[in-house]
């Protein structure tokens, strides 16, 4: 056998995606084995590729004939596979090679499995039937499914925590939102807005989010578990609002206070582009650092053991990663957004003022808030 018992799951998870990746490119991939190599003179051959289309990894090296005990690492072995698809397509390693290898080595990458969610699942099903056998009154089967789950609580280093919290993500499904601006009284457009897509993507990644897009509009789309993707939805609807009046304010006073010119004489030209840009840059830079703040708080409160909050976190965007990938990895139509061009950012009193006016808003927990009495949009 050419590959070792304990990695036949990595080498079912890497060519499974590996067949994916082939199929999406049109790449002429016949077959994927294993291939044993001494640990010594392996001359880093982790693989190969032929001519006819057959692709052999290492998973795990040889000495004296015998398996070693440690595996190759998984993400050698991943960007490995990209590497011997892509000679698929170029049988060499010139320029052309290594722009199309990075290309498969996101690819592959974008369908690797969460491990620890899979092992969540299981621990998940399994306090269920411990539950259940102990309603029943059946103690020593209860007894037995605890033993088990314990087991792999300390096997996996996770915690009784981690476990209801992917029990909670059974309630809470991934789902897409699409942000009604109209409701909050932003114009559609037949154009998309670079100043707002920059927003939403802040704010969706503040909320463990991702966002679609849609061509030849305005529209934006929050992809998250529902509790996250509402809190999202309703931050960039009321910020997009008032970023709006909030710049054109800012712009009629500068313009006032330096003259009213008129034309080449106009010193406001320019300055609405530059405050949205320092404003949306300056909100995102906040919600980061509040975000780090609250991480440092946690740990101080409650010690190391606190991280299990920062995986619940990985775990809700790792769902909506899971969720985009099944969605449209394998979707030929499926492409990335192009950049938008932007205009003249560089008022420096326009970025300056932006900056002030981010500055001055209230971030809380699920939102923003500005002006009169401090409140947290979402609280």
């Not at 990595?10 to 082939?22: H, L, N, P, S, Y």
């Not at 440092?296 to 053991?305: D, I, K, Q, T």
């Not at 990335?336 to 002030?356: M, P, V, W, Y």
């Amino acid at each position: 056998m050419e590959i070792h018992p304990d990695d036949i799951l990595t080498f079912k998870e890497v060519t499974d995606a590996m067949r994916i990746v082939a199929r999406n490119y049109g790449l002429p991939l016949r077959s994927i084995t294993g291939l044993r190599m001494p640990r010594k003179g392996m001359a880093d051959r982790l693989g190969d590729c032929a001519f006819s289309g057959d692709i052999r990894l290492v998973l795990r090296c040889t000495e004296d004939g015998k398996w070693c005990d440690e595996p190759i690492s998984p993400d050698v072995v991943w960007d490995t596979a990209a590497h011997e698809l892509a000679h698929l397509r170029h049988m060499n390693h010139g320029a052309a090679f290594q722009d199309f290898c990075e290309e498969l080595q996101v690819a592959m990458n974008n369908l690797k499995v969460d491990h620890k969610q899979k092992v969540l699942d299981k621990l998940v099903k399994l306090q269920k039937a411990r539950q259940g056998e102990a309603e029943l009154g059946n103690a020593e089967a209860a007894e037995a499914f605890a033993s088990m789950i314990n087991r792999m609580l300390i096997e996996h280093e996770l915690s009784p925590t981690d476990i209801d919290y992917a029990r909670a993500t059974d309630n809470d499904p991934v789902i897409e939102l699409y942000a009604d601006l109209a409701h909050y009284g932003v114009k559609f457009s037949k154009a998309r807005v670079a100043w707002q897509e920059n927003l939403a993507s802040i704010v969706a990644n503040a909320h463990l989010c991702r966002i679609l897009i849609r061509p030849g509009s305005n529209s934006i789309v929050f992809v998250g578990t529902k509790s996250h993707a509402t809190v999202a939805e309703y931050v960039f609807g009321t910020m997009t609002p008032l970023i709006a009046k909030m710049s054109k304010k800012a712009e009629v006073e500068y313009w006032q206070a330096t003259g009213c010119g008129r034309g080449a004489n106009n010193k406001a030209l320019g300055y609405r582009s530059a405050w949205i840009d320092a404003f949306v840059h300056r909100i995102f830079q906040r919600f980061d650092e509040a975000r780090k703040a609250a991480v440092l708080e946690a740990a101080a409160r409650s010690g190391p053991s606190d991280q299990t909050g920062l995986m619940r976190l990985d775990g809700a965007l790792m769902k909506v990663r899971k969720y985009i990938d099944d969605k449209f990895s394998n979707r030929r139509a499926a492409s990335k957004a192009g950049a938008l061009n932007h205009r003249s950012r560089n008022h420096e009193d326009g970025r300056a003022a932006g900056r002030a006016a981010a500055d001055n808003i209230t971030l809380g927990r699920r939102g923003i808030g500005s002006g009169g009495p401090k409140r947290l949009l979402g609280e």
